[in-house]
């Protein structure tokens, strides 16, 4: 079934994304490995599915599964996008959106895919038509969450690849920056050196946004803060050996007890992003170590000793809790799995 990708050079198996996917978009979670359409759809994991596949494509051009994957959730997204420029999230599997959905990161993720689609798109056809979707869905960073802000600035920094002078652009990106610089000076202690008050979900995106865009805008202070915060994040989450990230049940408030379980693929796909950019922004080839040792945990090097992602079939386990790995191989898991992959860095 799925290939052997403890040779981490080997080209990531698609057969369970696919296995996922039918032709409205990814379906969220699965029971095993068989997709769980109770559940239905939601816009974050297609957008960071569309992620994937540019990203796998542009590793593995004229891919055609990949290209008909990638069509599809460009088409989801589309299809997310509401009158006002926002998106929807939550889809059921009889393709309504549902209502009263609370405000996520949704958009600052759709923000992000519009950006990795323009900096290197299948074919250069696609970027009018998403530039759209972007400048459009770009109005409303102002108003995001951190994350979302996070999200959305890694869209800008590719946007910004291939359209360097774009100023709305750099002036939202430096705005989201300024905005999470100033969060961190907030809140930073002599004890607790992050942006908020608790270690929570998806931590690294934070520090990952500051670094691109200390790079894109040539800013010393995105990339000053963006190295204390890494620093932070990996003084608790390295533990000299492995890598035991923060759990998912009750996080990690400051002052507070910090949950060991349960740890979730989400967060490796960020800190392998996030160690990727520092090493770009400083040359510290101990930043590339630590990266290996993320993506690692896939392979057991975990709390648990237990393997996340599963050679058999293709997919990623749902995270490592305290009875063991949950068997459940959703779409969540599997993206940050084949993210992870595609920003590994060869260590030279």
């Not at 599809?72 to 009263?100: C, Q």
């Not at 894109?216 to 989450?237: I, M």
């Amino acid at each position: 079934m799925g290939l052997n990708m403890t040779n981490k050079s080997t080209k990531p198996s698609l057969e369970h994304l696919a296995r996922l996917t039918d032709e409205t978009g990814l379906i969220q979670h699965a029971k095993f490995i068989i997709p769980d359409r109770f559940n239905g759809y939601c816009t974050d994991d297609n957008a960071r599915a569309a992620i994937v596949m540019v990203k796998y494509l542009e590793k593995y051009p004229a891919e055609p599964q990949a290209l008909k994957l990638f069509e599809i959730y460009l088409s989801f997204l589309y299809h997310a996008l509401k009158a006002d420029k926002t998106v929807h999230n939550f889809m059921g599997y009889n393709r309504n959106w549902k209502s009263d959905e609370p405000v996520g990161d949704a958009l600052g993720r759709s923000i992000r895919a519009f950006g990795s689609i323009i900096a290197t798109p299948p074919d250069i056809a696609y970027v009018p038509m998403v530039k759209e979707f972007f400048q459009d869905a770009s109005k409303h960073i102002p108003q995001m969450s951190p994350r979302g802000m996070a999200y959305s600035m890694l869209g800008q920094t590719e946007c910004l690849s291939r359209f360097p002078d774009a100023r709305e652009t750099k002036e939202l990106l430096a705005f989201a920056a300024d905005r999470l610089v100033e969060l961190y000076r907030k809140s930073s202690t002599a004890d607790w050196d992050w942006f908020e008050d608790i270690l929570s979900y998806d931590n690294a995106i934070v520090p990952a946004a500051l670094f691109t865009a200390g790079s894109v805008l040539n800013e010393k202070k995105y990339t000053s803060v963006a190295q204390s915060l890494c620093k932070f994040l990996l003084d608790n989450t390295y533990n000299g050996r492995h890598f035991s990230f923060i759990g998912s049940f009750g996080w990690y408030p400051k002052g507070k007890a910090r949950a060991q379980f349960d740890q979730q693929p989400i967060e490796v796909a960020s800190t392998v992003l996030m160690l990727k950019l520092a090493y770009e922004a400083t040359g510290d080839k101990e930043y590339l170590n630590l990266q290996t040792k993320a993506f690692d945990w896939f392979f057991g090097e975990n709390d648990l000793r237990m393997a996340v992602y599963d050679v058999e079939t293709g997919g990623c386990r749902d995270g490592i809790g305290e009875g063991g790995v949950n068997i459940n191989q959703g779409a969540e898991s599997l993206v940050s799995f084949l993210l992870a992959t595609m920003f590994l860095n060869p260590i030279p």
